[in-house]
């Protein structure tokens, strides 16, 4: 399977980006999909999975309330919508598959096996 990520690009703060995934295969009924980040300097973390088990999603506290995971089955696509965006929000974003489904699982990086090629988000102040 091949991720195919784009949408990142400069914005002010408070301003909104939507993140594409394109996924070469029909996979998110069998496979859960996530976002993950890392900014410069730190570790990649978590932050947005959706379970393909129950359509659930989670997100890291730092960004629940205001980035949006979601698919479209049709276009083989997971998008992130991510609005009032704040400069520590800036980093390279990854989407990702995991064959896990519940929380614990699909916060862990070590879960998914295949990832995008990171697309970059700057967020000025």
């Known amino acids: 399977v091949q991720l195919q990520a784009s949408g990142g690009g400069s914005v002010q703060a408070g301003g909104s980006l939507r993140l594409s995934c394109e996924a070469s295969?029909?996979?998110?009924?069998?496979?859960?999909m996530g976002w993950f980040r890392q900014a410069p300097g730190k570790a990649r973390e978590f932050v947005a999975t959706?379970?393909?088990?129950?359509?659930?999603?989670f997100y890291a506290d730092s960004v629940k309330g205001r980035f949006t995971i979601s698919v479209d089955n049709a276009r083989n696509t997971v998008y992130l919508q991510m609005n009032s965006l704040k400069p520590e929000d800036t980093a390279v974003y990854y989407c990702?598959?995991?064959?896990?489904?519940?929380?614990?699982?699909?916060?862990?990086?070590?879960?998914?096996?295949?990832w995008g090629q990171g697309t970059l988000v700057t967020v000025s102040s």
């Open positions: 990702a598959q995991s064959p896990y489904y519940t929380y614990s699982d699909l916060t862990e990086i070590s879960k998914y096996d295949y």
């Open positions: 295969e029909r996979t998110f009924k069998i496979y859960s």
């Open positions: 959706r379970s393909y088990r129950d359509r659930r999603t």
